[in-house]
């Protein structure tokens, strides 16, 4: 009698976890495409549909890392990302966001091919030494885009960028260039100066008052999600990761972006000659009600927000 209700719970349990991937492995491109509100053809791949899924992609879906200070892991399967960010209406950082977006481009009939990017290190004045960004490039029309719907904050650029060297590039968050180093490639933007409206908060360690930024390094040879495997892991459990050492999670808005890292947040508005910057410590308390009114985000697990001591600037 034993052995037969072990069979029965083990039955169950094969039926159980078969349908729940089942479930997973649904994929819906009219799903994702709802999501981020585009409402275009989706059968043509031209540039003019590459520009707005990637407006809309990063206006609707947060970079954000909230699952590691949730308890949660993040992962570089594409059917578990997809539920997260396109059923759970969540978000996600570089390497999901990303790989969502592939997965996009794929389904879309777009040439692309997966790159990784070496981040810089501001502090240390030097790239990190691992691809730790994902970015994706997109060829149309004979012409290749970088596409990267996951870099947040000021950084996010709106638009693909054309990869051709020392061309300034404006969009609404500032004016991107890539310059070409032989093999290598460096993204850098110039923004504006930002003006703080509270001066409690003129000095925050936030406020990053460089006017020309350089993001990432990146080859064009071509990776596929394997290659962050390793990476990935480390940027969520070693605790020197920016990533473990902060709680991250940013939208852009028509008119700038919003950001709440640790307890604050931060509410930019783009200007024709400045950022206008409000900041506030959000009580703890009050942390998840502003995920779910700014960020529309959802949590199921109980989120620690944290701010410790990195180098990390909106």
């Not at 390094?217 to 070693?238: G, I, M, R, V």
Request: proline share 4%; charged share 25%.
């Amino acid at each position: 009698m034993g052995e037969m209700q072990n069979t029965n719970s083990e039955t169950r349990d094969f039926h159980f976890h078969f349908l729940l991937k089942l479930q997973v492995d649904i994929m819906d491109l009219k799903d994702y495409l709802n999501r981020i509100g585009f409402t275009g053809q989706y059968d043509k791949a031209n540039l003019d549909s590459l520009f707005a899924i990637h407006k809309l992609h990063v206006m609707n879906i947060p970079f954000e890392n909230v699952s590691i200070h949730c308890g949660e892991k993040n992962t570089m399967d594409v059917h578990i990302i997809y539920d997260k960010i396109v059923k759970s209406n969540r978000g996600g950082w570089c390497c999901e966001n990303n790989l969502l977006f592939s997965w996009v481009l794929k389904e879309m009939g777009y040439k692309f091919t997966i790159l990784g990017a070496k981040v810089f290190n501001s502090l240390e004045k030097e790239f990190l030494p691992t691809d730790s960004h994902l970015i994706n490039l997109v060829e149309v029309d004979g012409k290749p885009y970088i596409a990267d719907v996951s870099f947040g904050v000021s950084y996010q650029m709106w638009h693909p960028l054309e990869l051709i060297p020392g061309k300034d590039q404006p969009q609404p968050p500032g004016v991107f260039r890539l310059v070409n180093d032989g093999e290598k490639w460096i993204l850098e933007k110039t923004g504006r100066k930002q003006m703080v409206q509270d001066k409690a908060f003129a000095n925050s360690s936030l406020i990053d008052k460089r006017l020309t930024k350089i993001m990432y390094s990146f080859t064009l040879t071509p990776c596929d999600a394997d290659h962050f495997l390793e990476t990935s892991e480390y940027l969520q459990t070693n605790p020197d990761s920016l990533f473990m050492l902060k709680s991250i999670c940013s939208l852009q808005t028509p008119t700038g972006f919003r950001a709440l890292i640790g307890w604050t947040y931060s509410e930019v508005t783009f200007k024709e000659d400045a950022d206008l910057v409000n900041m506030k410590e959000i009580p703890e308390s009050e942390i998840e009600a502003l995920l779910k009114e700014k960020f529309n985000l959802v949590l199921v697990h109980k989120f620690t927000p944290k701010n410790n001591k990195a180098n990390y600037c909106i």
